[in-house]
């Protein structure tokens, strides 16, 4: 099964522009820090925009920007700006109907995989990015 990193690396962007304090970052010195390609940065940079978290300054000492206050822009609102829902998938392939189990296991899976869902929502729109670089601040000197 294939993970995707597009939500720590949209987190870790953002951790960059709120340490900036307004100063416009470049997606190469963005791509630095994340160790990774530019062009990486910029698709998720565009990602981040469409969703309003951020912006772009055009032109000489331009770069990106947070397009609102870090307090204001949950780990939530970057979840569902860089990935795609569900959090949570069933078997690939039905399970086998003949068997107990498997025409059982749907329904109830569905069910609990909604209330973890919710859960994860409510947890995810509690933490902020202010949240984030203030604890990434902490571990400085750690």
Same mark, same amino acid.
């Given at each position: 099964?294939?993970?995707? +990193? ?8 953002? +951790?960059?522009? #709120? ?29 981040? $925009?469409?969703?309003?978290? +951020? ?18 822009? +949950? ?5 569902? $700006? ?45 933490? #902020? ?14």
């Amino acid at each position: 099964m294939s993970t995707s +990193t597009r939500f720590a690396v949209a987190i870790h962007i953002l +951790t960059s522009l #709120t340490l900036r304090e307004g100063q416009a970052v470049r997606s190469e010195d963005i791509a630095h820090s994340v160790n990774t390609n530019p062009t990486v940065v910029r698709r998720i940079l565009g990602a981040l $925009a469409s969703a309003g978290l +951020t912006q772009a300054q055009l032109g000489v000492g331009g770069g990106a920007l947070l397009a609102r206050p870090a307090g204001q822009i +949950t780990l939530l609102d970057i979840y569902r $700006a860089v990935e795609e829902p569900p959090y949570f998938a069933l078997h690939r392939v039905p399970p086998n109907p003949a068997c107990h189990i498997g025409n059982r296991i749907t329904p109830v899976l569905e069910q609990e995989f909604a209330r973890l869902s919710r859960d994860l929502e409510l947890s995810l729109g509690q933490t #902020t990015m202010a949240d984030i670089a203030s604890r990434v601040e902490e571990r400085r000197g750690a």
